[in-house]
């Protein structure tokens, strides 16, 4: 069973940064891609980044030059590094995994085509 555990949210001030971080388990990790989603309230969830076990990487425009994911293989880890952080980013933020079928790249950033979710961690940025 997929087991995907987020960290390292919180409260940051405007122009900060956050790193979070996702625990996965129960998965063999060149089987899937990963991803992070975040979820504000009122609005949809927005697909942000992926990463394939490759290195392929695909980034939502909101977050270019700003966010940066990662994969550490062999720990089962994955990371947001969240830089320049602005208001508008306060969301609660998913880590996802979907299933590759033979892809070597991330397909998309769409909440389809990514299977298994983590609870989720809150981010908060102050004015």
């Known amino acids: 069973q997929v087991q995907l555990v987020e960290s390292g949210g919180g409260s940051v001030q405007s122009g900060g940064s956050l790193r979070l971080s996702c625990a996965a388990s129960g998965i063999t990790v060149s089987n899937y891609y990963m991803g992070w989603f975040r979820q504000a309230p009122g609005k949809e969830r927005e697909g942000l980044a992926g990463i394939s076990t490759y290195g392929h990487t695909r980034y939502a425009e909101s977050v270019k030059g700003r966010f940066s994911i990662s994969l550490d293989n062999a720990k089962k880890m994955v990371y947001l590094q969240m830089n320049s952080l602005k208001p508008e980013d306060t969301a609660m933020y998913y880590c996802?995994?979907?299933?590759?079928?033979?892809?070597?790249?991330?397909?998309?950033?769409?909440?389809?085509?990514?299977?298994?979710w983590g609870q989720g961690t809150q981010v908060t940025v102050t004015s």
């Open positions: 996802a995994a979907g299933r590759t079928y033979g892809l070597l790249y991330v397909p998309s950033l769409g909440s389809g085509d990514f299977a298994d």
